[in-house]
């Protein structure tokens, strides 16, 4: 566990991603789009939850109280695109939370889709931007424009 004595209090955010691939076309849902609207809400929910778990999840991860999650999903042709965004006023970061949203979400979409689809999968489950504390604002690779784009979002739409 990283000591936090005498870290101030700041701002922070985290943003984590990751896909659900399917082997199969979403299209063909189409006709029962109310029962994939609530699927999608449903794994949703599940990542707002597992972010107000993650310390009983996460060995030696910080108890903390998060100011804000926020997740969205947005399905294409074969995949779904999750992303999670955490926000504290602490002195520790909130990117296991992120990460935790992000992870829950997608296993709640693969549960839903697995007898349907038992190759769906999900990748690229990674951290995206953080901000805050003493390491300042850090973006994973080129994608940092778009990550400070879906914080500025977040941070209009759920100011801590």
Request: glycine share 4%; net charge negative.
């Given at each position: 566990?990283?000591?936090?004595?005498?870290?101030?209090k700041?701002?922070?955010?985290?943003?984590?991603?990751?896909?659900?691939?399917?082997?199969?076309?979403l299209?063909?849902?189409?006709?029962?789009?109310?029962?994939?609207?609530?699927i999608?809400?449903?794994?949703r929910?599940?990542?707002?939850?597992?972010?107000?778990?993650?310390?009983?999840?996460?060995?030696?991860?910080?108890?903390?109280?998060?100011?804000?999650?926020?997740?969205?999903?947005?399905?294409?042709?074969?995949?779904?695109?999750?992303?999670a965004i955490?926000?504290?006023?602490?002195?520790?970061?909130?990117?296991?939370?992120?990460?935790?949203?992000?992870?829950?979400?997608a296993?709640?979409?693969?549960?839903?889709?697995?007898?349907?689809?038992?190759?769906?999968?999900?990748?690229?489950?990674?951290?995206?931007?953080?901000?805050?504390?003493?390491?300042?604002?850090?973006?994973?690779?080129?994608?940092?424009?778009?990550?400070?784009l879906?914080?500025?979002?977040?941070?209009?739409s759920?100011a801590p």
């Amino acid at each position: 566990m990283v000591d936090v004595m005498g870290k101030p209090k700041t701002h922070r955010i985290a943003v984590a991603r990751a896909a659900v691939v399917l082997g199969v076309d979403l299209s063909y849902l189409i006709p029962q789009w109310q029962e994939l609207a609530e699927i999608v809400e449903a794994a949703r929910y599940a990542g707002i939850l597992a972010a107000k778990q993650t310390a009983k999840l996460i060995p030696l991860c910080h108890p903390i109280l998060v100011d804000s999650v926020i997740v969205e999903i947005r399905p294409s042709s074969q995949r779904f695109e999750v992303e999670a965004i955490a926000q504290i006023v602490e002195r520790t970061g909130v990117e296991m939370e992120a990460l935790t949203a992000c992870a829950m979400t997608a296993l709640s979409l693969v549960s839903a889709f697995q007898e349907a689809d038992p190759s769906v999968s999900v990748e690229e489950l990674t951290l995206w931007h953080k901000s805050g504390g003493r390491s300042g604002v850090w973006n994973h690779s080129d994608e940092g424009t778009e990550a400070t784009l879906a914080v500025a979002r977040a941070t209009r739409s759920k100011a801590p």
